[in-house]
């Protein structure tokens, strides 16, 4: 059984930075791909970014130039760096794990079996 605690939201100003960490716990295959999610209050669940345990990346068109993901094996720990906020980033971020990294890679959330319980991410202007 895999667990994701996510941590690191807050409420900041319009062109702030936050940096969300995620922490595994539990057994992970050797492949697999992890991601970032998020959820704005009455609007549909939208992928945000993706890893896989060879290091291959996605973005959606929302995040590019602006969050970074990245992981830290030896900490068993996932991240989304994010920079350039935006009120309409405000939203509920998840972290979410998958062995299916096609699917993952695509942000396709229905692929995702592992959810954290996320964390709030509020942008002011």
């Known amino acids: 059984q895999v667990q994701l605690v996510e941590s690191g939201g807050g409420s900041v100003q319009s062109g702030g930075s936050l940096r969300l960490s995620c922490t595994v716990s539990?057994?992970?295959?050797?492949?697999?791909?992890m991601a970032w999610f998020r959820q704005a209050l009455g609007k549909e669940r939208e992928g945000v970014a993706s890893?896989?345990?060879?290091?291959?990346?996605g973005y959606a068109d929302s995040a590019k130039g602006r969050f970074t993901i990245s992981q830290d094996n030896a900490r068993n720990t996932l991240y989304l760096q994010m920079n350039d906020l935006k009120p309409e980033d405000t939203a509920m971020y998840y972290c979410a794990a998958t062995d299916d990294i096609y699917s993952g890679l695509a942000l396709i959330g229905g692929a995702f079996r592992y959810w954290g319980q996320g964390t709030q991410v509020t942008v002011s202007s």
């Open positions: 890893i896989d345990s060879d290091g291959t990346i």
């Open positions: 539990g057994y992970m295959p050797g492949q697999y791909c």
